[in-house]
Nanobody, 130 residues
Framework: QVQLVESGGGLVQSGGSLRLSCAAS????????MGWFRQAPGKEREFVAG????????YYADSVKGRFTTSRDNAKNTVYLQMNSLKPEDTAAYYC???????????????????????WGQGTQVTVSS
């Protein structure tokens, strides 16, 4: 079992920045590829970013490419999502998710698929005002 706890959300003006963190516990963090998703009210949960076990591969949705960066610190059991140039349409609850990827390939197709992930956090709210 892996427990994931997101933090760092809040209210920010358009053009501002936030850094989300997702702290993991329970299993060997470096076994897990991580993903970030978001869900706005009335909309489906959508892929934002993904990162491989060792951080060597990162994947992004087109809507955030060039503005968001994901990274991880396996020594701290934490994955991050740095969000710059925020827009009102980035307003959503943001979730991190984990999947054991020691024995499977973690590519863009896998990263963007909600069904890839076994463990999910409770989410943190990001609100961008115009």
């Amino acid at each position: 079992q892996v427990q994931l706890v997101e933090s760092g959300g809040g209210l920010v003006q358009s053009g501002g920045s936030l850094r989300l963190s997702c702290a993991a516990s329970g299993r060997t963090f470096s076994n897990y590829a991580m993903g970030w998703f978001r869900q706005a009210p009335g909309k489906e949960r959508e892929f934002v970013a993904g990162i491989s076990r060792n951080g060597g591969n990162e994947y992004y949705a087109d809507s955030v490419k060039g503005r968001f960066t994901t990274s991880r610190d396996n020594a701290k059991n934490t994955v991050y999502l740095q969000m710059n140039s925020l827009k009102p349409e980035d307003t959503a609850a943001y979730y991190c998710a984990a999947v054991d990827s020691r024995f499977t390939n973690f590519d863009y197709t896998k990263a963007r698929n909600l069904r890839t992930y076994k463990y999910w956090g409770q989410g943190t709210q990001v609100t961008v005002s115009s």
